[in-house]
């Protein structure tokens, strides 16, 4: 678009980084496209030091821009960190820092969310990173609100994703709010990538059918409910089982497992439904009433609540057919 400014753009590159995410950042706000009649961005790739850093597979990058120049751009990108244990350095801290002073705004991709936490940017704020370090990232910075379902989490001038393919997700995001959904749908396909997902990060968790507890009595009703299912399961069957009481068994029950007898249920009934959903095509009412669901609105509200998105989004992303069909 002829006239309008340009929107300059940094991403930090980092010995033993993974060229995908960085990648990513290059795709969409590194290429100009004339034909597609959408802006471009002035993207620099930084380092902390001169020297060339190394890259996953052998080779070897190199960039005359430093950290003056990451602190300077209108986005300011973290694509990952090396290890989420460690401390990044002083540098890059006030560097961050300072890039947040001056309203720059601030983007991590998948563990780059641990960067921009250590840099106290993430303090008091709701942000995302991978489902595998969310654990990590609430205990090394406990006043960081961190929720692993959602893909990317926009939180105004602070933006962060979870792992690197949401990175794409969240860079069509920021295309959308500088120049519109057109500019942002029109890149998506050019990269034939979806130009926004269904769903969240919920439904790429490992979250394995299981018991969970120190209570043999308690751990017994539980094995059972995974054998018996399509059973009708009340707290008051699953308690005389156990030998308690109603209100005995609830309190050992939420004890060992920090939830409620009727949630976990649920949550073990939609993860059962998920085999089916990703090997079969059993139709999805059919998939309801064989995890024991009363109904397929109840089986698509729960799931829908859990997964972050619908049964039927669900098997098209995971089922081989149907996502081969749609490719």
């Not at 309203?103 to 008091?124: H, K, P, T, Y």
């Not at 949630?263 to 085999?275: C, D, G, H, Y």
């Not at 509200?301 to 996502?323: L, Q, W």
Request: proline share 6%; charged share 20%.
């Amino acid at each position: 678009m002829v006239g309008q400014r340009q929107i300059s753009v940094s991403v930090l590159a980092y010995d033993g980084m993974s060229s995908f995410e960085t990648g990513i950042v290059i795709e969409v706000f590194g290429l100009v496209w004339p034909e597609l009649d959408v802006p471009s961005y002035r993207l620099t790739v930084c380092t902390e030091r001169p020297e060339p850093v190394r890259v996953i597979g052998g080779a070897t990058l190199s960039t005359p821009h430093g950290l003056d120049e990451f602190a300077a751009a209108d986005t300011v990108i973290v694509p990952s960190i090396k290890d989420v244990h460690e401390e990044p350095s002083p540098e890059l801290i006030a560097a961050l820092r300072l890039a947040h002073q001056r309203g720059a705004r601030m983007v991590s991709i998948c563990s780059g969310a641990f960067a921009l936490a250590a840099a106290g940017l993430l303090d008091g704020r709701t942000v995302t990173t991978h489902w595998r370090y969310a654990d990590t990232l609430r205990l090394r910075f406990p006043t960081v609100k961190v929720d692993p379902n959602p893909l990317y989490v926009d939180d105004g001038d602070v933006f962060t994703s979870a792992g690197c393919a949401a990175g794409m997700d969240l860079c069509l995001h920021l295309v959308r709010k500088d120049f519109g959904a057109a500019a942002a749908n029109a890149i998506a396909r050019r990269l034939v990538v979806p130009p926004h997902r269904d769903g969240g990060q919920a439904q790429y968790i490992e979250s394995p059918v299981g018991v969970e507890s120190d209570d043999d009595r308690v751990a017994a009703t539980m094995e059972w409910v995974l054998r018996n299912l399509t059973e009708e399961i009340t707290v008051p069957v699953l308690a005389e089982m156990a030998a308690m009481s109603t209100r005995t068994y609830l309190r050992h029950f939420t004890r060992c497992t920090g939830t409620s007898p009727i949630r976990w249920l649920i949550t073990q009934r939609v993860q059962a439904s998920l085999p089916l959903l990703e090997t079969t095509r059993t139709p999805v009412e059919k998939i309801a009433s064989a995890v024991g669901f009363d109904s397929v609105v109840t089986f698509r509200h729960h799931f829908t609540k859990a997964m972050h998105t619908s049964p039927t989004a669900y098997r098209r992303t995971f089922h081989p057919v149907e996502s081969a069909r749609i490719s």
